[in-house]
């Protein structure tokens, strides 16, 4: 796998790298250790070379490991003739092996769709969006369909959940895979999945004495199957970091925790265990800042959350908005009462896949100071404990 940041940014190469402080530096050395999925080695690697990082800086760092059961995909494809065509089993599929006729259901996999065509002992294939994949999938189960293939509104693959078991292979694929399935041809729908016990690891730093947090950064660690993780999420990962250098010697540091979460790509579960296990330490929180994909432009660097915060961010010069999108790990915080900034740059074209391999230092950079300076904001306007 070639590792790569931003072309006129990058300066090191891999071997004998030695321990450095810049957050390019940092980027290579984690890019190293491949995709940093939930429960692998490449992500208990990472957490350890980021926590020697948080040791370095004078913070105290502590582990909190909580399991769940976890989906995996083992390998699902659909044979037709002589070509063998790649997917993504959604979470919840059954898996199992079907060989029947495709059937190209039109529309996007309405129960009125289904109506329109003959599904019975055949592979339905349905285009992605409008409803809910679930949706489609019971549609397709009433109708008679002995499998389910959805094809991408988009140019590449997905990953995706059904939110509840079902018993029928679904298989999510390309636009080019969805075209290569014609209508009567037979084909082997192969579905290869598990389900196993999964033990995450959340990763706090903080300084000697803190307990009780004004402010908590955040960031997800893990990464998706396949993906080196790059910008999803070791920009914010580094973001975090450099937020906790740019505090040493100042109030923030004994008034912050920076946590890195685990287990978020599987549904915010790091995010969400912390909430659970540490009732007291969120009470007190006056602001949680959840950092997740920053290290690429796709757009201006966005910050946005509860009127309070985003007050400040104001006041200390950073642009920011009311409202709460996206689907990250301030959620969990903002459920529990908790004032949360969310900072983003957009979904890359990267995302979720093998080619994330790309960040740039300096927006990382300009991410951690933002956060820094809102933080300090948000501080200065608030009663010490």
Known sequence: ??????????????????????????????????????????????????????????????????????????????RAGEQLLTGNALQDSAGGEVTAPVIQVPGVGTPADFVRVDVRGKVAVVSRGQIPFIEKTRAALAAGAVGLVIVNNSAGDFRGTLGQRV?????????????????????????RVSQSNVQAVNLIAFKAGVGQPDVLFGAHLDSVPGAPGANDNLSGTLAVLDVARRAVGTPLSARSFFLLFDGEEDGLLGSRAFVKDSPEVVKGLKAMFNLDMVGVNVMPLSVSGEAPLVEAARRAGVEASEGTPGSSDQVPFRQAGVPTLFFHRGLDA???????????????????????????????????R
């Open 350 to 384: 990267n995302y979720h896949q093998p080619g994330d391999t790309l960040l740039d230092p300096a927006l990382v950079e300009q991410t951690a100071e933002a956060a820094f300076r809102i933080a300090n904001e948000v501080l200065n306007t608030a009663p010490l």
């Open 1 to 78: 796998m070639k590792l790569l940041l931003w072309p006129a940014l990058l300066a090191l190469s891999l071997p004998g790298l030695s321990l450095g402080t810049s957050t390019q530096d940092h980027a290579q050395a984690v890019l190293k250790f491949g995709p940093r999925v939930t429960g692998s080695a490449g992500n208990e690697q990472a957490r350890s070379y980021l926590e020697a990082q948080f040791r370095a800086l004078g913070y105290q760092t502590r582990r909190e490991s909580f399991t769940y059961p976890r989906f995996d995909d083992l390998g699902s494809d659909v």
């Open 167 to 191: 018993e029928v292979p679904v298989l999510g694929v390309s636009p080019t895979v969805g075209a290569a399935m014609k209508d009567g041809q037979p084909v082997t729908l192969r579905v």
